[in-house]
């Protein structure tokens, strides 16, 4: 069974990205999948979307995220940076339980304008605290 479920809006440009989890929590295939329209087209037309052929965050086996899903998206204190919150298993096989911890990273944009969000960050690897945050 697929499921696509909890979009988040991202706008940057003149483009509006719907970012979704896809393929249910209980697999370890959960993943972010993307909608892209133009600012000021007729979001209710399904035609003004282009679904993006290839998951845009997914799994890292390497990085301990299995099933890595229902992002959410945040400005650094500053301003400067765009970062994203999503949640993850750090071993296969763990479902939607209580098991899935949130995580948070960093992400850029393509020289196209479209969000880069990388791959996962390891468990325990540091992540450097967002621009303008109280040390």
Request: with cysteine.
């Amino acid at each position: 069974m697929d499921v696509n479920e909890g979009p988040e809006i991202l706008r940057h440009g003149n483009r509006i990205f719907a970012i979704y989890s896809a393929g249910g929590c209980w697999t370890d295939n959960y993943t972010m999948g993307m909608l892209t329209a133009e600012a000021g087209s007729n979001l209710l037309d399904a035609a003004s979307w282009k679904k993006s052929p290839l998951p845009v965050f997914w799994q890292s086996p390497k990085a301990g995220a299995y099933g890595p899903g229902h992002g959410s998206f945040f400005r650094s204190p500053d301003g400067t940076e765009d970062w994203m919150l999503y949640h993850a298993n750090t071993e296969a096989g763990q479902g939607c339980g209580g098991r899935r911890a949130p995580r948070a990273q960093r992400f850029t944009w393509t020289a196209d304008g479209t969000p880069d969000f990388g791959r996962p960050v390891g468990v325990g690897v540091p992540v450097p605290r967002a621009s303008g945050e109280l040390q």
